[in-house]
């Protein structure tokens, strides 16, 4: 499965471990991602059971303790690992039998760096005594020393054939493993903004960039041939300078770190942009992330820095609920005992994973909500599309979707609201409504579509009820549903609530600072030129009144700054085919915000999910054997994450923005698409069938 912006977001702690009583110091996954260890402060080493999803064995380095800690080339059973006690020997074992295979002598002050080939038994280490040694598994004798000249931190490529050394947080060095004697054959002078120490520095596997990681709010991603760097992520906490880990993700395509609160934020190395921050609810600075190689998982590791009596110190493994070609849910192959289990389902149904905590143990623990629709009820809503049914009330029981009461129309659709649909409302459980008005469209009786979520309902209600909408919209027909109402209180629903929410949807942007303006010189202008006579003033006054503002509003227009106009000469001539445009609220223009080349299963990726855009995208496709292209314009708008007047603004333009570009530009537009982002339904919807049709 591709890793996108989306897969990403959707991760959720799946598993928390409390296995240790110190700070967990560090965590490695096997080559094969069945298994990973973790070392901690308390000199425990613990192994897990990825498939299992459970410890399977927990050592003790009691004499030595355990800091950093590694699987070897190609084998779960043994590993390496530095000591943070009596000396800083480091140390081979056997996990099978629990005995140490072997002992590395050399280093004279703390370990701070430590890393396996991935090719080969060859691995480096790094210390506070400024030396960086070249072992191999096979030998207990140092096989290089390269003194660079400062503190180091060291990784392999992965290709295994060279290593790179970050010396006093200023300068990165490239050696190759079968010359390092030579000295760097490249070295990279770095120089921060930001005064903080380099505390890890990995590869990406593509081979292509470096990470480096700092005890500061800043990470550095450069690339691996020049030494230039290619971005600097900030905007997570850590105000007490904790050495916190960050990695990449397999792919190479996204960079990840944990947080002083808790939070695990990701950003993407192409853009630079932040995509996601996932909240695990860690208690303390996630001081330790490391992404599974083979599958899609991941692990942080936290300790609480505070003085709580009760442990603290968690592992969490994160994961994505992913729907398999045989609609089987499954947390890719990570099979945890008792409460997750695998689901079956049917078409069009789904699973979500929920929260729940233990009142004895404060353990979060993590089980799937599978959604569904019976089959009583689908016969039910599909009986009500006739036009039969005013009002019904929709509720989940036991896990499913199921019918709580309904009645049939008695007099108008507006005599009947009020008394049909204010007793329908519990103060404390959550429930959906729909309710039949008496207009028609193609499709038959029109709806309204009502979601109730009081204040005093319990969160997982609430989150249970949300993750179930759109299966219930998809189940009903959304060509049924002319409007949408949410409600906390009965005044949001009732029947002047509803007027409200109409007259709200219906009434025009408020003008813009320039069109007060523009309207201002205007009337000026007609009253130099009407010789401001009473009558004159009249009809100034008519002219400019409400309708008249209305009227202006349906032809809001921001001017096309020139670097988008040129995007859109491209777009007509096929040089391009895709454009993304914004609007500047401030300066009042559409700018343009990237070309990137895209694929039609790539658009969805394409629209963000904090921020409103105008998208124009070349659709290639063929028909009846012929290939054609149709141009097709998506307005994404995600709710309530915007304002108020970008909503309006948004809105206001699209129209004058197409009729321009159709216009100016002959380009014409074939399909027209919303995307709202309430629930993220409406993206699923953009595919190759859906922008054919």
Request: glycine residues 6%; hydrophobic residues 35%; aromatic residues 10%.
């Amino acid at each position: 499965m591709k890793i996108t912006d989306s897969v990403l977001r959707s991760f959720r702690v799946a598993r928390t471990y409390r296995e240790n009583s110190q700070k967990v110091n560090c965590v490695d996954y096997s080559p094969n991602g069945e298994n990973a260890i973790s070392s901690s402060d308390d000199d425990c080493i613990v192994l897990y059971d990825i498939r299992e999803g459970k410890p399977s064995r927990t050592l003790f380095s009691k004499k030595y303790g355990a800091d950093l800690i590694r699987f070897t080339h190609g084998d779960a059973q043994t590993v390496v690992y530095s000591s943070n006690k009596l000396d800083d020997t480091i140390r081979y074992l056997s996990l099978s039998d629990n005995k140490y295979i072997r002992y590395f002598p050399g280093h004279t002050a703390r370990v701070i760096a430590l890393s396996m080939s991935p090719v080969d038994d060859m691995f480096i280490s790094g210390s506070l005594d400024k030396t960086i040694r070249i072992w191999d598994l096979r030998s207990p004798n140092c096989q290089g020393l390269t003194n660079p000249l400062g503190k180091p931190v060291c990784s392999f490529d992965p290709d295994g054939l060279i290593f790179a050394a970050g010396v006093e947080s200023q300068a990165i060095k490239l050696y190759d493993l079968r010359a390092f004697d030579k000295g760097p054959f490249a070295s990279f002078d770095m120089r921060l903004n930001r005064v903080c120490e380099w505390t890890g520095l990995k590869f990406s596997n593509d081979g292509k960039q470096i990470l480096i990681s700092t005890n500061g709010g800043m990470i550095c991603v450069l690339n691996a041939f020049n030494g230039s760097v290619l971005h600097t992520f900030s905007g997570y906490n850590n105000s007490k300078g904790i050495s916190l880990e960050a990695c990449f993700t397999p792919d190479s395509q996204f960079v990840m770190i944990g947080s002083e609160d808790g939070r695990v934020h990701v950003w993407s190395t192409e853009s630079g942009m932040k995509v996601a921050v996932l909240d695990g609810k860690h208690s303390g600075p996630i001081n330790t992330l490391q992404f599974n190689p083979r599958y899609l998982t991941f692990a942080s590791a936290c300790t609480n820095m505070g003085t709580m009596l009760k442990c603290s110190h968690q592992i969490f493994t994160w994961c994505r609920i992913t729907l398999t070609r045989r609609l089987e849910f499954e947390i890719m192959q990570l099979r945890l005992p008792e409460l997750i289990r695998h689901f079956y389902v049917n078409d069009g149904e789904a699973a979500y994973l929920l929260s729940k905590k233990s009142e004895d143990t404060e353990i979060w623990t993590w089980t799937f909500f599978h959604e569904r629709t019976t089959s009583e009820l689908k016969e039910f809503l599909a009986r009500a599309r006739g036009g039969a049914i005013r009002i019904m009330k929709i509720v989940i029981i036991n896990e499913e979707l199921v019918l709580d009461s309904y009645r049939e129309p008695a007099q108008s659709w507006d005599r009947d609201y009020d008394q049909f649909l204010l007793p329908l409302l519990t103060p404390q459980e959550p429930c959906y409504i729909l309710y039949r008005l008496d207009s028609q469209n193609a499709q038959g009786y029109e709806w309204i579509f009502i979601a109730w979520s009081p204040d005093q309902s319990p969160v997982r209600q609430k989150m249970v009820y949300a993750a179930t909408r759109a299966t219930l919209k998809k189940e009903f027909g959304g060509g049924h549903i002319k409007d949408e109402l949410f409600g906390t209180v009965e005044d949001d629903l009732c029947f002047q609530g509803y007027l409200r929410h109409m007259s709200s949807c219906s009434s025009p942007a408020p003008l813009t600072a320039a069109e007060q303006e523009l309207q201002r010189i205007k009337v000026s202008e007609d009253e130099r030129r009407r010789i401001g006579t009473p009558t004159a003033r009249a009809r100034v006054t008519i002219e400019f009144g409400l309708d008249k503002r209305a009227q202006t509003l349906q032809g809001l227009a921001f001017p096309i700054q020139e670097e988008a106009k040129r995007a859109l000469q491209q777009l007509k001539h096929k040089r391009i085919n895709y454009i993304q445009l914004r609007l500047d609220v401030e300066k009042e223009t559409i700018e343009l915000v990237h070309t990137k080349p895209t694929e039609t299963h790539e658009l969805p990726y394409r629209i963000p999910t904090d921020s409103p855009r105008y998208h124009f995208f070349i659709f290639k496709h063929s028909h009846q054997g012929q290939l054609q292209e149709a141009l097709v314009f998506i307005y994404s708008m995600p709710g309530y994450t915007c304002s108020i007047k970008e909503r309006m603004l948004y809105s206001s333009c699209k129209n004058r923005l197409l009729e321009e570009v159709e216009r100016d530009y002959q380009l014409e537009v074939t399909k027209k698409v919303e995307i709202t982002h309430k629930y993220n339904d409406d993206v699923t919807k953009i595919t190759p069938i859906y922008l054919q049709a």
